[in-house]
Nanobody, 120 residues
Framework: QLQLVESGGGLVQPGGSLRLSCQASGFLFSSQDMTWVRRAPGKGLEWVATITFDRKNTYYTDSVKGRFTISRDNLRRQLFLQMNNLTPEDTAIYYC?????????????WGQGTQVTVSS
């Protein structure tokens, strides 16, 4: 059974950093592109970043380029999101999902997510 467990969120001041983790199980992690998405208060899901299965390519939404870095450890079945220079606009619940920037729209087995709050 597919399972995704996100962690690493918290309360941080503007300009601060956080590193999110996603522990995956129940599917062939090493053969799947992986994606981070987020849901800000009162808004829908927003694609944040994708990394290909082989780690060769990464993709980011414009608002996080240069600040966020997606990475993965296929041996440990883990996905990461290093977030630097955070702003209040990054406040959201963050989720990981298998697939690319379009696949997540059809994904249903969401984990609990991890809350990121950027506030002074």
């Amino acid at each position: 059974q597919l399972q995704l467990v996100e962690s690493g969120g918290g309360l941080v001041q503007p300009g601060g950093s956080l590193r999110l983790s996603c522990q995956a199980s129940g599917f062939l992690f090493s053969s799947q592109d992986m994606t981070w998405v987020r849901r800000a208060p009162g808004k829908g899901l927003e694609w944040v970043a994708t990394i290909t299965f082989d780690r060769k390519n990464t993709y980011y939404t414009d608002s996080v380029k240069g600040r966020f870095t997606i990475s993965r450890d296929n041996l440990r079945r883990q996905l990461f999101l290093q977030m630097n220079n955070l702003t209040p606009e990054d406040t959201a619940i963050y989720y990981c999902a298998p697939g690319d920037d379009n696949d997540y729209r059809f994904f249903n087995d969401w984990g609990q997510g991890t809350q990121v709050t950027v506030s002074s």
